[in-house]
C-alpha cells in the first residue's frame, strides 16, 4: 500500500518570499500525485496533479510541484508567496488503493 | 454551478442521536466518497462507492452507514453518535478509479459535526 509522508507540519514564510512544501511517498511504481489545499473552515481545491510526463507540473494560484522518482519526492513550490496562500497543504497518492493523504503542512504567511 | 455540496454546513448534536449528512454532486462522477478530518487534520478514507455499488469500507464502525439513492448522492447516517465522532466530515467524487486514469477527486466544503 501507498504512503505520503509530509514531514513539516507548520512553516512560516514572509509574503513575497519563495516557498517549497516537501512530500515525499512510498509506492513501488509511479503513482498518481495530488497537492490540495485546505483554508481555513473551507473544503479541499486541487492545486496541481501529476501522473506521467512533464515531472514539472503547474498548477492554480501559480503553485507548480517536480516529481523526482529518484527521491519518492513531489515537492510543491511558489517563488513568490501571497497571504491568501495561507492554509494547509494536503500531498495525497493514488495508487492501487484509495487516495492517501499526508498529514498536511500548515503555511503561515507574514508581512 | 456546485460541483460537490453538502448539507448541512455545521451539525452540533448531543450523544446517543442518529444524524445524517447530504452530498451530491453534478459532474456526472459515478463514484463518491465519505472522509473524515480529525481535529489534527489527518484525512482519512472511510467509504466509496460506485454507481449505489459500496466499493470500499475501511475500518469504520457500523454506525455509520452511508446510502446512495443514485450516482449523483452519497448521504451518511450516524446511529448514537458518539463524542469521538466528533470531526469534520468531507464527501467527494471522481471517475470510477477502477477503470485506470487519473480520476481526481473533487471535494466538498464539509460538514463540522460537534457531538456533545
Known amino acids: 500500500a501507498q504512503s505520503v509522508t509530509q514531514p513539516d507540519i507548520h512553516i512560516t514564510v514572509s509574503e513575497g518570499a519563495s516557498l517549497e512544501l516537501r512530500c515525499n511517498y512510498s509506492y513501488g511504481a509511479t503513482p498518481y500525485l495530488f497537492w490540495y489545499v485546505q483554508s481555513p473552515g473551507q473544503g479541499l481545491q486541487l492545486l496541481l496533479k501529476y501522473f506521467s510526463g512533464d515531472t514539472l507540473v503547474q498548477g492554480i494560484k501559480g503553485f507548480e510541484a517536480e516529481f523526482k522518482r529518484s527521491q519518492s519526492s513531489f515537492n510543491l513550490r511558489k517563488p513568490s508567496v501571497h497571504w491568501s496562500d495561507a492554509a494547509e497543504h494536503f500531498c495525497a497518492v493514488r495508487g492501487n488503493t484509495p487516495l492517501v493523504f499526508g498529514k498536511g503542512t500548515r503555511l503561515s504567511v507574514i508581512a | 454551478d456546485t460541483a460537490v455540496s453538502q448539507t448541512p454546513k455545521y451539525l452540533v448534536t448531543q450523544m446517543g442521536n442518529d444524524k445524517s449528512i447530504k452530498c451530491e454532486q453534478n459532474?456526472?462522477?459515478?463514484?463518491m466518497y465519505w472522509y473524515k478530518q480529525d481535529s489534527k487534520k489527518f484525512l482519512k478514507i472511510m467509504f466509496s462507492y460506485n454507481n449505489k455499488e459500496l466499493i470500499i469500507n475501511e475500518t469504520v464502525p457500523n454506525r455509520f452507514s452511508p446510502k446512495s439513492p443514485d450516482k449523483a448522492h452519497l448521504n451518511l447516517h450516524i446511529n448514537s453518535l458518539e463524542l469521538g465522532d466528533s470531526a469534520v466530515y468531507f464527501c467527494?467524487?471522481?471517475?470510477?478509479?477502477?477503470?485506470?486514469?487519473?480520476?481526481?477527486?473533487?471535494f466538498g466544503p464539509g460538514t463540522r459535526l460537534t457531538v456533545l
Open positions: 467527494a467524487s471522481s471517475q470510477d478509479p477502477r477503470e485506470g486514469g487519473m480520476n481526481t477527486q473533487y
Open positions: 459532474l456526472g462522477h459515478d463514484t
